[in-house]
């Protein structure tokens, strides 16, 4: 198996890598990222030198790249998470989330289908798009959470576009039977986790005293799932999933933004032996998000009963393992919050 890992010096796709690396020592895995400012190869050093690994700078906004890389690796499949993520980032520049959410996946699924299909056909070939439950929009029945029949409905640049190349890889499926398979994940938190979001900003907020900017009232909920849970189910799908399937991810975990911060401000007291409340003072409300998404709550009931995936950490062991990573890793936030990160491995695959 030649396998084509897109995103993989992210957040998420540095542990779906890593897994695939060393579960599967038979694969050949290559990491196609363009290293923008939330790809760290810092987040593979433990396996940057495997034998079955192969890291690969290139920009999925780039046809002819990509055609000729399927041409040069031969590949058998391609999980595709290469994406910009951030929401925020979204409203303020939607165009670079056309760009590679909506123009990027599309040049994929064209350099997967025409390399394919010029090379033998579809047999045993496998396109596996990673997207997000933002698609489905926002809740406001306590009682609803979205399944896999929940009409899209994305109302952020960031998750219109998601929808936007989900339906592209929906359509690649129905037309040209393009062996597709997709999964739509809630909110993921863990080690890696870039700053700007909010799990990571508030653990970095709180160590350096700095205001804990909750947006609004705090009252938005979202469903949280540690992000090596995420890796697991994405094994699942890729290996077990049906062709043409989708499977929504989610850990069944629902919190409200100011609760999750208040959690994690008491965590930060006893870590770093500050008095019972201290962190909190540091909360600060803030304009609210423009547009901003009151509840998504994932029903991950089918990938549960059809893979046999389920989520292996609670909540509170998860927050923990999380906080201790942070804790122990200052030096890969100094490196991100610094910007010494990108210089440093944009400089060593600049010639690649
Ligand atoms: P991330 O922003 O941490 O990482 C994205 C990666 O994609 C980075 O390494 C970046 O360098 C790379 N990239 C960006 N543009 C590229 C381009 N044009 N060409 C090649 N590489 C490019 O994102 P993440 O949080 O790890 O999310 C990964 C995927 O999972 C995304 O598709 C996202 O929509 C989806 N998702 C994320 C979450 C979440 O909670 N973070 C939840 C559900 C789904
Ligand atoms: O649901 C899955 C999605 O989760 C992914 O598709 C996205 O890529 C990922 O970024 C995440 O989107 P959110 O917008 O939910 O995540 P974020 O961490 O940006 O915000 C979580 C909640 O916290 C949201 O309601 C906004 C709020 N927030 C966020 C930040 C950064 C704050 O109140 N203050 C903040 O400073």
New binding site residues.
């Given amino acids: 198996m030649k396998l084509l890992i897109t995103g993989g010096a992210g957040f998420i796709g540095s542990h779906v890598v890593r897994l695939f690396v060393t579960k599967y020592p038979e694969y050949q895995i290559y990491n196609l990222d363009a290293l923008t400012y939330a790809g760290n190869l810092a987040n593979l050093k433990d396996i940057e030198n495997a034998p079955n690994y192969t890291f690969i700078k290139g920009d999925i906004t780039d046809a002819k790249f990509l055609e000729d890389m399927f041409a040069e690796l031969s590949l058998d499949g391609v999980i595709h998470l290469a994406?910009e993520?951030?929401?925020?980032r979204s409203i303020t520049d939607p165009m670079s989330f056309v760009m590679t959410n909506v123009v990027g996946t599309v040049n994929l699924l064209n350099a997967a289908k025409n390399s394919w299909a010029s090379t033998g056909g579809f047999e045993g070939k496998r396109f596996y798009h990673v997207?997000?439950?933002?698609v489905y929009g926002s809740l406001h029945n306590p009682e609803d959470f979205f399944t896999e029949e929940t009409p899209y409905d994305p109302q952020?640049p960031?998750?219109a576009s998601?929808a936007a190349s989900d339906h592209f890889v929906r359509a690649y499926g129905n037309t040209y039977k393009l062996p597709v398979v997709l999964s739509n994940?809630?909110?993921?938190y863990g080690p890696n986790h870039f700053p700007?979001?909010?799990?990571p900003?508030?653990i970095h907020n709180i160590q350096t005293n700095k205001p804990?900017?909750?947006?609004?009232k705090?009252e938005?909920?979202?469903?949280w799932l540690f992000v090596v849970d995420h890796a697991r189910a994405i094994d699942a799908v890729f290996h077990k999933g049906k062709e043409g399937e989708t499977y929504n991810i989610g850990g069944f975990n629902e919190w409200k933004?100011?609760d999750?911060?208040h959690l994690l401000c008491g965590i930060m007291d006893r870590k770093l032996g500050r008095p019972e409340g201290t962190s909190a003072q540091l909360i600060t409300y803030?304009t609210d998000?423009a547009g901003?998404?009151l509840r998504?709550a994932i029903d991950a009931h089918k990938i549960m009963n059809e893979l046999g995936w389920e989520p292996s950490l609670q909540f509170a062991e998860g927050l923990e393992k999380t906080v201790d990573w942070f804790l122990a890793n200052q030096e890969w936030m100094d490196n991100v919050t610094s910007g010494a990160y990108q210089s440093y491995y944009q400089g060593m695959y600049a010639n690649r």
């Fill in positions: 994406a993520s951030h929401v925020d997207s997000t439950d933002e952020s960031y998750s998601k994940c809630s909110n993921n700007e979001k909010l799990i900003l508030m804990l900017p909750v947006y609004g705090g938005n909920v979202r469903d933004n100011i999750i911060v803030v998000r901003h998404d998504y």
